[in-house]
């Protein structure tokens, strides 16, 4: 009996209107689990080899996986994945909520969506059935306005929404899937890709609250064990008092907070936005995700030149801090949260936003953009600047119609500001930075959709100075040695595989990153893999499989880019990270080194068996992972 999943993936064909379930057999999910592996087996038999992300050929998959709806901390997520419109290559995206475990109760491991609508449409799911449902009241609404209307209509205000906002209607690349109001699968454009498919939304309702399980019992006492543990794991003691926020110190302190468009590693008004001064100043109430102890969803509420903020939006993540925050310059916490709102609202991606802002800022600090090209001065620290800016993106309306596709595309289209791209493959460069953790130069690097921070564990879990606590997780792995600070030899980048292997396992298996993990997390490798067993009685499941499923991942990904043509060539860093660092701390004048970066990607690529000239699978590779059907699809 399979137990964990539903056995049933809804397939949507938007163009005919058609509806249809497909059961896979159990080797299916054995050999995929779930989110993003799974939906790369449709992706890859399915999408047309050079087609653009919004072309109607393109298909988007929603995938669970077995832990989704569990009774246990950090399972309820979901992947999406499609051909990115805003990235070199595939796109993948995780989201949180109450989403994904509402529509595992509905009755789906997941839901593929293939061409396009002839109308505007939003997919109703409930109780293991789908219908296709007029959207044209909504286009338009902010996704507020969106969600209550749906609940309205279906008369239902425990319907869970998942949908794209005004700015993908726009086509805007950067646009991300909301849900909830406040979480998102931003970063690779998934929301693009949703809108050009004429799908706005999609509502889940199941009844069902309980699925079957292989060993309820167990599985319970591991979660009491982790809700009861979280005192006593400082880190994730951290998250619950002041969410991801809790890491602005930690970062500026070593030099790893991007300010000024990462011109420099610390910001000197930092505490401004600080987890801690967020809770002492706004903090309305935690919030937390499906059956979550951490609770580390922060909800606000503030105002800003009489702008408000209210407590639905949720509160800006340690990124967005970043983003809008450090590398726009900008120290105003309630101007952060009020953009926070306006790309929740609107469904923007906050890191790629943010952070192309930033990137027009820095380009007129240079005298590569001019008040009349603008409309208006563009100065790092104008927090009135950045809000009017970040508006005429969601409207693409002046020199917001430039920006709304990314910086890179922002560059192309203007022929200038090249050197001040911070992008890998299309994708700007999350909130912490290589200089300070070395292996993320390298995971940035070689990561199929670019520019990544949840696809490794960091450097300092295994450095000097790591607690044992970390340090005897990561043994488990087989990374028995502590590492010097800012290495970069052979052994930080087995330390950088092996652990992207376990994230990448993360993101197939749907868990939560904060929640399970190798080093510093509530449940580390054993704990992972002792859950799996009892949601899917496969008693021999084992770290060693874990492993390999998230190896199988990597290599999807990577053939998936290497059939669009993308190369070793394209696993570059932006030239900027090659260029010593200003201001104060531990990073100030520190430099990435080409010769370093470029050693680890050959080593990375041959540890992991992939062609070292091209950086891509071989097939026989490709075979030894039961992958030998991806060279003929």
């Given at each position: 009996?399979?137990?964990?999943?539903?056995?049933?993936?809804?397939?949507?064909?938007?163009?005919?209107?058609?509806?249809?379930?497909?059961?896979?057999?159990?080797?299916?999910?054995?050999?995929?689990?779930?989110?993003?592996?799974?939906?790369?087996?449709?992706?890859?038999?399915d999408?047309?080899?050079?087609?653009d992300?919004?072309?109607?050929?393109?298909?988007l998959?929603?995938?669970?996986?077995?832990?989704?709806?569990?009774?246990?901390?950090?399972?309820?997520?979901?992947?999406?994945?499609?051909r990115?419109?805003?990235?070199?290559?595939?796109?993948?995206?995780?989201?949180?909520?109450?989403?994904?475990?509402?529509?595992?109760?509905?009755?789906?491991?997941?839901?593929?969506?293939?061409?396009?609508?002839?109308?505007?449409?939003?997919l109703?799911?409930?109780?293991?059935e789908?219908?296709?449902r007029?959207?044209?009241?909504?286009?338009?609404?902010?996704?507020?306005?969106?969600e209550?209307?749906?609940?309205?209509?279906?008369?239902?205000p425990k319907?869970?929404?998942?949908?794209?906002?005004?700015?993908?209607?726009?086509?805007?690349?950067?646009?991300?899937?909301?849900?909830?109001?406040n979480?998102?699968?931003?970063?690779?454009?998934?929301g693009?890709?949703?809108?050009?498919?004429?799908?706005?939304?999609?509502?889940?309702?199941?009844?069902?609250?309980?699925?079957?399980?292989?060993?309820?019992?167990?599985?319970?006492?591991?979660?009491?064990?982790?809700?009861?543990?979280?005192?006593?794991?400082?880190?994730?003691?951290?998250?619950?008092e002041?969410?991801?926020?809790?890491?602005?110190?930690?970062?500026?302190?070593?030099?790893?907070?991007?300010?000024?468009?990462?011109?420099?590693?610390?910001?000197?008004?930092?505490?401004?936005?600080?987890g801690?001064?967020?809770?002492?100043t706004?903090?309305?109430?935690?919030?937390?995700?499906?059956?979550?102890?951490?609770?580390?969803?922060?909800?606000?509420?503030?105002?800003?030149?009489?702008?408000?903020?209210?407590?639905?939006?949720?509160?800006?993540?340690?990124e967005?801090l970043?983003?809008?925050?450090?590398?726009?310059?900008?120290?105003?916490?309630?101007?952060?949260?009020?953009?926070?709102?306006?790309?929740?609202?609107?469904?923007?991606?906050?890191?790629?936003?943010?952070?192309?802002?930033?990137?027009?800022?820095?380009c007129?600090?240079?005298?590569?953009?001019t008040?009349?090209d603008?409309?208006?001065?563009?100065?790092?620290?104008?927090?009135?600047?950045?809000?009017?800016?970040?508006?005429?993106?969601?409207?693409?309306?002046?020199?917001?119609?430039?920006?709304a596709d990314?910086s890179?595309?922002?560059?192309?289209?203007?022929?200038?500001?090249?050197?001040?791209?911070?992008?890998?493959?299309?994708?700007?460069?999350?909130a912490?930075?290589?200089?300070?953790?070395?292996?993320?130069?390298?995971?940035?690097?070689?990561n199929?959709?670019?520019?990544?921070?949840?696809?490794?564990?960091?450097?300092?879990?295994?450095?000097?100075?790591?607690?044992?606590?970390?340090?005897?997780?990561?043994?488990?792995?087989?990374?028995?040695?502590?590492?010097?600070?800012?290495?970069?030899?052979?052994?930080?980048?087995?330390?950088?595989?092996?652990?992207?292997?376990?994230?990448?396992?993360?993101?197939?298996?749907?868990?939560?990153?904060f929640?399970?993990?190798?080093?510093?997390?509530?449940?580390?490798?054993?704990?992972?893999?002792?859950?799996?067993?009892?949601v899917?009685?496969?008693?021999?499941?084992?770290?060693?499989?874990?492993?390999?499923?998230?190896?199988?991942r990597?290599?999807?990904?990577?053939?998936?880019?290497a059939?669009?043509?993308?190369?070793?060539?394209?696993?570059?860093?932006?030239?900027?990270?090659f260029?010593?660092?200003?201001?104060?701390?531990?990073t100030?004048g520190?430099?990435?080194?080409?010769?370093?970066?470029?050693?680890?990607?050959?080593e990375?690529?041959t540890?992991?068996g992939?062609?070292?000239?091209?950086?891509?699978?071989?097939?026989?590779?490709?075979a030894?992972?039961g992958?030998?059907?991806?060279?003929?699809?």
């Amino acid at each position: 009996m399979l137990t964990g999943y539903t056995g049933k993936i809804l397939h949507v064909d938007l163009s005919q209107g058609k509806i249809w379930v497909e059961t896979p057999d159990e080797s299916f999910y054995r050999t995929y689990i779930g989110g993003s592996a799974m939906g790369l087996v449709y992706i890859l038999k399915d999408v047309p080899a050079g087609i653009d992300g919004l072309d109607p050929a393109n298909v988007l998959t929603w995938m669970l996986s077995a832990p989704t709806g569990a009774p246990i901390s950090g399972q309820s997520r979901m992947c999406v994945n499609a051909r990115s419109p805003l990235v070199d290559g595939i796109g993948d995206s995780q989201c949180g909520g109450f989403f994904p475990a509402e529509l595992k109760f509905a009755g789906f491991d997941g839901i593929v969506f293939t061409g396009k609508a002839p109308t505007y449409q939003y997919l109703w799911i409930h109780d293991g059935e789908a219908e296709l449902r007029d959207a044209s009241a909504l286009w338009g609404k902010t996704t507020s306005q969106a969600e209550a209307h749906i609940k309205q209509e279906l008369e239902d205000p425990k319907i869970e929404i998942a949908q794209c906002g005004p700015a993908a209607e726009k086509g805007t690349r950067l646009a991300a899937i909301i849900n909830m109001g406040n979480r998102a699968n931003g970063r690779t454009g998934m929301g693009a890709v949703m809108a050009s498919k004429n799908l706005r939304a999609v509502a889940v309702r199941g009844k069902t609250r309980r699925l079957p399980l292989a060993n309820a019992q167990r599985l319970g006492q591991l979660a009491r064990w982790g809700a009861g543990d979280v005192e006593n794991n400082g880190d994730v003691l951290g998250l619950r008092e002041y969410g991801t926020p809790s890491v602005v110190g930690f970062q500026n302190t070593i030099g790893s907070l991007p300010t000024l468009n990462y011109t420099q590693g610390q910001f000197p008004l930092a505490d401004h936005i600080s987890g801690e001064t967020m809770k002492d100043t706004i903090l309305k109430e935690n919030d937390t995700c499906f059956a979550c102890a951490v609770r580390c969803k922060r909800v606000v509420e503030t105002e800003w030149q009489g702008r408000p903020v209210e407590g639905q939006h949720g509160g800006p993540e340690y990124e967005t801090l970043g983003t809008f925050g450090s590398y726009c310059g900008v120290d105003d916490l309630p101007a952060v949260c009020l953009a926070n709102k306006i790309c929740n609202e609107n469904g923007l991606d906050t890191i790629g936003t943010g952070a192309t802002i930033a990137w027009a800022m820095e380009c007129f600090q240079n005298g590569l953009f001019t008040a009349d090209d603008v409309g208006y001065p563009l100065h790092f620290g104008d927090a009135a600047a950045m809000i009017r800016l970040l508006e005429q993106m969601v409207a693409r309306e002046g020199f917001g119609e430039v920006l709304a596709d990314g910086s890179r595309r922002a560059a192309e289209r203007l022929g200038k500001g090249h050197a001040h791209l911070i992008t890998v493959k299309g994708a700007e460069a999350p909130a912490h930075m290589p200089q300070a953790k070395r292996s993320l130069g390298l995971i940035y690097a070689v990561n199929a959709f670019g520019a990544d921070h949840q696809s490794s564990e960091h450097d300092p879990m295994i450095e000097e100075g790591a607690s044992d606590f970390y340090l005897n997780r990561l043994a488990l792995l087989g990374l028995h040695q502590v590492l010097a600070p800012g290495s970069l030899d052979s052994e930080k980048v087995r330390y950088a595989l092996k652990t992207q292997m376990f994230y990448s396992f993360l993101d197939t298996a749907c868990l939560c990153q904060f929640v399970w993990g190798p080093s510093w997390e509530m449940f580390g490798p054993q704990e992972t893999v002792q859950m799996m067993v009892d949601v899917t009685g496969w008693n021999d499941f084992s770290l060693e499989e874990l492993l390999k499923v998230g190896e199988r991942r990597l290599n999807l990904m990577r053939a998936f880019n290497a059939r669009e043509g993308l190369t070793r060539a394209q696993d570059q860093l932006p030239a900027k990270f090659f260029q010593p660092l200003q201001g104060e701390g531990p990073t100030a004048g520190v430099a990435l080194d080409p010769a370093v970066i470029e050693r680890a990607k050959e080593e990375y690529y041959t540890m992991l068996g992939w062609d070292p000239a091209t950086g891509q699978p071989t097939p026989q590779g490709l075979a030894e992972l039961g992958l030998a059907w991806v060279n003929n699809p």
